[in-house]
């Protein structure tokens, strides 16, 4: 079995996949200062609860976008399964061709959802993750990562204005029944919730346009992509764990022995 794990500012998500098939998965909030005796608990937690044997892991792939925890959970797969992890870093083999100006640059998670897309098979295509950034990634039919667009998360935009004004309250982001809030509340949710739309469909529709090939599908993933996708029907795929799925399309790449891999 291999666990996949997807280390994100806001989030963790763990992945257990069989036969190139995400079985199981949970997430968990980002936390800097757990050790990798408390990820292990968590992780032992699940697999009790999920009735998977947490033995039987026994390949482990990363993408992290928090440095910090590196040394967290390469600690963690040596010292309790012994076992060096893949991390999505440069000089692995991801099967994307990056023609960004410094490749280095591009984030693992980043990578992981050009290879989820690859892995779905759905090329040319437009992948949108909602987490603490709204990151717009193009990758073309040939496998090629042809540029990025980054805009603040939805969550972020909203504490922003929370932690900035002296009268805008903390608000649950969800979609308000109206454009025209009669109150603050309703007033901060409409302005974000479907200013929030307008932004996905605009860079949506400017991207397909910059695109030299035929309309891409566009995937949504990450945390939010459930709620924005109600009312983007642009958006033709959502599955919020792409990244998970790139991550076994990543390892299969880079096993010496990728037959077996596929069929454990």
Avoid: W
């Avoid at 992290?64 to 959970?73: A, E, Q, R």
């Avoid at 900035?164 to 903390?170: E, G, H, M, S, V």
């Avoid at 929030?196 to 605009?202: C, H, I, Y």
């Amino acid at each position: 079995m291999i666990l996949a794990i997807d280390v994100g500012n806001t989030n963790i998500k763990f992945g257990f996949a069989k036969k190139r098939t995400i079985t199981h998965f949970f997430k968990i909030a980002t936390d800097r200062g757990k050790t990798s005796d408390e990820y292990i608990l968590l992780l032992e937690m699940f697999c009790q609860r999920s009735d998977i044997s947490i033995a039987s892991i026994n390949h482990i792939v990363i993408c992290s976008v928090v440095p910090p925890l590196n040394p967290i959970f390469e600690s963690l797969a040596k010292r309790f399964f012994h076992i060096q992890p893949l991390f999505v870093q440069p000089g692995i083999k991801t099967g994307i061709i990056i023609m960004a100006e410094n490749p280095k640059e591009v984030g693992a998670d980043i990578i992981a959802g050009a290879a989820g897309a690859v892995f779905l098979g759905r090329l040319p295509a437009i992948v949108i993750s909602f987490g603490t950034a709204t990151v717009f990634s193009a990758i073309s039919s040939k496998k090629e990562l042809l540029g990025v667009a980054i805009s603040p998360g939805m969550i972020r935009s909203a504490e922003s204005l929370f932690m900035n004004t002296a009268k805008l309250p903390r608000i649950e982001i969800k979609k308000p029944k109206n454009y025209l809030g009669r109150n603050t509340k309703d007033a901060i949710q409409s302005g974000i919730f479907y200013g929030f739309q307008g932004l996905v469909r605009t860079m949506i529709h400017g991207i397909q346009e910059e695109l030299l090939e035929p309309p891409a599908y566009v995937i949504g993933c990450g945390g939010l992509c459930k709620e924005i996708a109600q009312g983007v029907p642009e958006i033709d795929i959502v599955d919020p764990i792409l990244n998970l799925k790139g991550l076994l399309s990543i390892y299969e790449k880079n096993m010496e022995d990728s037959d077996s891999f596929l069929t454990e």
